[in-house]
């Protein structure tokens, strides 16, 4: 079983910058592709990046693009989410989640999901 554990959330104004991370461990990392979500009070939960097991290939939501980037780092079992010129309304809890081969945007087909860490971007 893979267990993942996001860190780094937190309060920061808008405009400002903050990078999450998601540590994996208990099978071997490099099998999975990543991806990041994220879900505000009375939303569902939304796609926001995805990325290849060889981190060659990136995924974005249009609402993001230019903004965030997703990048992993296999010898530390560790994603990260960089998240820049932070709006309001990209305040959600951020998951992280992996699934084999692909990565889609239906959080319904991704097998490991970390805890959440909160993201909360002032006005």
């Known amino acids: 079983q893979v267990q993942l554990v996001e860190s780094g959330g937190g309060l920061v104004q808008a405009g400002g910058s903050l990078r999450v991370s998601c540590a994996a461990s208990?099978?071997?990392?490099?099998?999975?592709?990543m991806a990041w979500f994220r879900q505000a009070p009375g939303k569902e939960r939304e796609f926001v990046a995805g990325?290849?097991?060889?981190?060659?290939?990136?995924y974005y939501a249009d609402s993001v693009k230019g903004r965030f980037t997703i990048s992993r780092d296999n010898d530390k079992k560790t994603v990260y989410l960089q998240m820049n010129s932070l709006k309001p309304e990209d305040t959600a809890v951020y998951y992280c989640?992996?699934?084999?081969?692909?990565?889609?945007?239906?959080?319904?087909?991704?097998?490991?999901w970390g805890q959440g860490t909160q993201v909360t971007v002032s006005s």
């Open positions: 989640a992996s699934r084999q081969a692909i990565v889609v945007v239906a959080p319904t087909l991704y097998d490991y």
């Open positions: 990325i290849s097991w060889s981190g060659g290939r990136t």
């Open positions: 208990g099978r071997t990392f490099s099998n999975y592709v």
